[in-house]
């Protein structure tokens, strides 16, 4: 579809947001509410994600992680410049946002639902969970299976014991401390024990591309088919719009076209290594 | 309750395996209990034994001086807990504790080392399930070893 100047123009202009709420996760990672300056908030769908820009050091793609239809939150982990700024900004602090962008997660009408989610992954996937909260009688058997680094570095903690009762939450981290009782292995391993009917499940996957790979093989062997099992991509996102290329993808932008890819249309560019 | 022979149809390490196979194998084995906090077995004692998990979770641990015992994996229902038996000097290389109420069937150890002897085309498809299991294991352990969650930068 043919981008008009303007529209270029509105698309990569930052709109200023206030900060209204932050909560802390871990030791690195925060959870933003941010509320428009002016102008009606934005409608953002989950698995989308907004140019995130602190103001005077620079901008980064962040996912949504917010109930759909509500406000706009995002879950930041502070790993360099920009968001170590975002996750330093107070109450009332006023962030740049452009977007949303990209498409979302193709949220189910029925049949069984497992969510695998590692690390930071999580925080994409909320949205798909609180969906499946919400709507939890349109479904049937709906799994969360959460990897994490440590028990340190678990995101949404009280929401993950709430979520317990409505769904199956599976919880393992890579590396236990001394106290946890929780199970320890790697995440894709929960996919073989999950109750789910593979010829009914769809599956949404998203973690570091390995992570990805071997949670997408799990589901494979149980049998659940390629087209239904949904990944998120994460590449160097600029424009956001399509058109720097920077986050090229063989024959594809995943800022325009994705970041949400079913696994059969992203598995052979994944095994690519100069991709 | 199910039987052992129903039991071992149905795990990913003896499927496949013929009724004849499964009868044996079943012959070895006896189904346990163990309440949440017991330990199956402890580091460096005799391997003569091991757990198919039918409900529960157990942790395989080891005690690190200073820092107390360090959990390692857990294991889940379907999985096999311990191949010390299989291997010399049939020494256990971890502590195993039951980490929920725990119900698992356990198989002797010699029992089954000796109808492998007496058949080899059943020690051998012994041997490369349980290699099938040590790869696995070894493949999820390589992963967590990269740290994936670790930091990308911006």
């Given amino acids: ?275 | 309750m199910e039987t052992i022979d129903a039991l071992l149809r149905e795990v990913p390490v003896f499927r496949g395996l013929e009724p004849a196979q499964l009868e044996l194998i079943a012959g070895c084995g006896s189904n346990v209990h163990f309440d949440q906090g017991a330990v199956l077995f402890r580091e460096g004692d005799a391997a003569d034994i091991f757990y198919l998990v039918r409900h529960g979770t157990v942790a395989l641990e080891t005690y690190v001086p200073a820092r107390g015992p360090a959990m390692i994996e857990t294991l889940q229902p379907g999985e096999v807990v311990g191949w010390s038996w299989l291997f010399p000097p049939y020494r256990w290389h971890f502590d195993a504790r039951a980490l929920t109420d725990l119900r698992a069937t356990a198989f002797d150890g010699a029992c089954l080392r000796g109808k492998a002897d007496a058949d080899p085309r059943l020690g051998y498809d012994l041997m490369s399930r349980f290699a099938q299991v040590l790869i696995e294991r070894l493949q999820w352990t390589r992963l967590r070893l990269l740290d994936l969650y670790g930091h990308d930068g911006d």
């Fill in chain 1, 1 to 275: 579809m043919a981008t008009t100047a303007t529209e270029t123009h509105a698309a990569m202009a930052p709109r200023p947001f206030r900060v209204a709420r932050r909560e802390r996760e871990t030791a690195d990672t925060w959870t933003l509410e941010l509320e428009p300056v002016q102008g009606d908030p934005l409608q953002v769908a989950p698995g989308q994600f907004t140019m995130l820009y602190a103001f005077g050091v620079g901008e980064v793609p962040i996912s949504v992680s917010g109930e759909p239809g509500g406000p706009l939150v995002h879950t930041v982990r502070a790993v360099g410049a920009v968001t170590e700024a975002i996750c330093a900004a107070g109450e009332e602090t006023i962030l740049g946002v452009r977007g949303p962008m990209g498409n979302a997660w193709p949220l189910g009408t029925g049949g069984d639902v497992v969510v695998v989610a590692g690390g930071i992954g999580l925080a994409p996937l909320r949205g798909v969970v609180y969906d499946l909260v919400r709507r939890r009688d349109a479904f049937g058997e709906a799994a969360l299976l959460y990897g994490g680094r440590t028990p340190a570095d678990l995101l949404y903690r009280d929401e993950l014991e709430r979520w317990r009762e409505p769904l199956q939450v599976d919880v393992t981290v890579d590396a236990a401390e001394p106290g946890w009782e929780g199970k320890v292995g790697f995440v894709a391993k929960l996919v073989g024990s999950a109750r789910f009917d593979p010829a009914a499940a769809t599956a949404f996957v998203c973690g570091p591309e390995i992570m990805m790979r071997t949670s997408a093989e799990a589901l494979l062997e149980r049998g659940v088919p390629a087209e239904r099992i949904f990944v998120s991509m994460e590449r160097n996102m600029q424009c956001g719009v399509g058109l720097c290329g920077h986050c090229q993808l063989g024959p594809t932008l995943i800022c325009r076209d994705g970041p949400v890819y079913r696994w059969d249309e992203v598995e052979r560019l994944m095994a690519v290594r100069e991709l």
